[in-house]
């Protein structure tokens, strides 16, 4: 029975709830109009902000395993230096300047570097591991001694090199050093 107390078949009924049912859904697609100027400005903005960090990320990474190679390669020649200075008993008529090999050339600097102030110098040397490369880092060493008591000597090497391009080529461009002191005995 409808309001007005008359019959209605199932019939009617269901297509009576069908049309109401079309309108509302017309009323719904037509209040979806698409992505927003502003949906899609936040888009974007979020994209860049994750491309930019993760760039970034990328160079620093990338800017410290230089540091650290460069590092470990100093660290390397003090040992190397320290080690071969050592196995002729700290001998001061150590010339590490017969080191060198294919990739290792080491040269007797004209001036003198610095030296911890209760040390004899020894000399002071340029250290290129790669000759062949053009981005190669300069080492610069200084190795110097000092007679503990009798028969006991202390052997110091300092490598400096330069970190950061800073213009300025040579021994006073070098911004980091690392200094390794071993002894040894003396017959």
């Known amino acids: 029975m409808d309001r ?12 009576t709830a069908r049309r109401t049912q079309m309108v509302l859904k ?30 970034s990320f990328r160079y620093s990474a ?40 294919s990739d290792l050339n080491i040269d007797t600097l004209d001036a003198n570097l610095d030296k911890p102030s209760d040390f004899n110098l020894l000399g002071s040397y340029t250290v290129v591991l790669d000759t062949n490369d053009s981005n190669n880092i300069n080492y610069y060493a200084t190795l110097s001694w000092k007679d503990v008591q009798p028969g006991l000597r202390a052997l110091n090497v300092i490598v400096s090199w330069a970190q ?3 213009g300025i080529d040579g021994i006073q461009g070098a911004d980091k050093s690392l200094r390794l002191s071993i002894y040894t005995q003396t017959f």
Do not use: H, Y
């Open 26 to 55: 017309t009323s719904k697609i037509r209040c979806r109009r698409g992505v927003s100027l502003i949906g899609t400005m936040v888009a974007v903005t979020i994209l860049l902000i994750a491309f930019i960090g993760t760039s």
């Open 62 to 101: 990338a800017l410290d395993g230089r540091k650290a190679k460069a590092q470990t390669a100093a660290a390397r020649i003090a040992l190397m230096l320290c080690e071969s200075w050592r196995g002729i008993n700290g001998d001061v008529t150590f010339d590490p300047t017969e080191l060198c090999g």
């Open 4 to 15: 007005n107390g008359k019959f209605v078949s199932v019939l009617e009924l269901f297509l």
């Open 164 to 166: 950061r391009d800073s």
